[in-house]
């Protein structure tokens, strides 16, 4: 029996003209936007951050999708907050694909860098993708403050545009950075001092500053830095950028070298540990650097 589901391009076409409106709710009111109580997330004030414009965000999505795809699975940041989760068929992938159910899950991370977007910094973004089971099947990427999103299809590399462009008027963004600077997210600070001499080492939690911009994993895609280690990638934000970074040509793997697991076989709504890299030889300096202080660790336990 044939799937119900719409295509990634087919939601995506549909989705953007309002996804547009959303953007230019975000920009409006950031230079003025409340914070809620941080959210429970020990030790990571990045994933605590919470503003009006994330529960906003997500419920003009929601209305959205049970409007125009009320069969699509759908699995929100905030899905805990608001009133609408109950109303879709699940927040998981389905156990398995029946007669007319769709196999598709949508995921959203309504203002990802909410804590760069709630100290006035502009590399803050909208992520909707769409996920089968097994793999990535694309990701939306709009950056309000920046005027520009992303469009990547599983196959098709990775498409820019300015806001008000079509899917159709989207180019490919331009060839890999060459850089030397490594991005260590996700609590992969560990692994700066044991890198090769020839990188630099960015760790976001210690750079983070409230008072001036820094680069965050996106700019990634501007050629801040060439590659990545990742302590582990989030569904909703990382590991979308990593799969946008695959699109591009990079190499992406767990941290022993291998493919990524299928998404419904992981936990957390998260992969493993992951090594981005932008040519072969950083992926074999990336993999033995992780591979060298896991196992030290490993030994001191």
């Known amino acids: 029996m044939l799937s119900l589901s719409p295509s990634p391009r087919q939601i995506f076409s549909t989705l953007l003209p309002h996804l547009r409106v959303a953007a230019a ?30 529960l906003s965000v997500q419920t003009f999505v929601e209305v959205l999708l049970l409007a125009y795809f009320p069969q699509l699975r759908f699995y929100g940041e905030e899905h805990e907050r608001t009133f609408n989760t109950k109303y879709f068929p699940g927040i998981e992938f389905p156990g398995s694909v029946e007669s007319g159910s769709a196999d598709l899950l949508l995921t959203l991370d309504p203002i990802d860098g909410t804590r760069c977007y709630a100290d006035g910094f502009d590399n803050y973004q909208i992520i909707l993708n769409v996920l089968s089971p097994e793999q990535f099947e694309g990701c939306l990427l709009i950056s309000p403050a920046r005027d520009r999103y992303f469009c990547t299809l599983r196959g098709a590399g990775v498409l820019e545009g300015c806001l008000s462009d079509a899917l159709e008027q989207c180019r490919p963004i331009g060839a890999l950075p060459q850089n030397p600077t490594i991005y260590l997210g996700g609590g992969a600070g560990i692994f700066a001092q044991a890198l090769p001499d020839r990188y630099v080492a960015y760790d976001v939690y210690t750079e983070y500053s409230h008072q001036e911009q820094r680069p965050s994993m996106v700019d ?50 998260a992969w493993p540990g992951l090594v981005i890299a932008t040519s072969p030889e950083m992926h074999r300096d990336l993999l033995r650097t992780v591979q060298v202080v896991e196992h030290n660790l490993g030994e001191n336990r």
Not at 243 to 269: K, N, Y
């Open 220 to 269: 990634f895609f501007d050629g801040a830095y060439g590659g990545a280690i990742l302590k582990r990638a989030n569904f909703l934000d990382g590991a979308a950028m990593a799969f946008m970074a695959q699109e591009w040509g990079c190499i992406v793997s767990d941290h022993r070298g291998q493919s990524l697991p299928p998404l419904r076989s992981c936990t957390h709504w």
């Open 25 to 54: 709710y975000a920009k409006e009111i950031q230079n003025r936007v409340v914070e809620q109580p941080e959210k429970a997330y020990p030790g990571n004030f990045f994933a605590s951050a919470l503003t009006d414009a994330d």
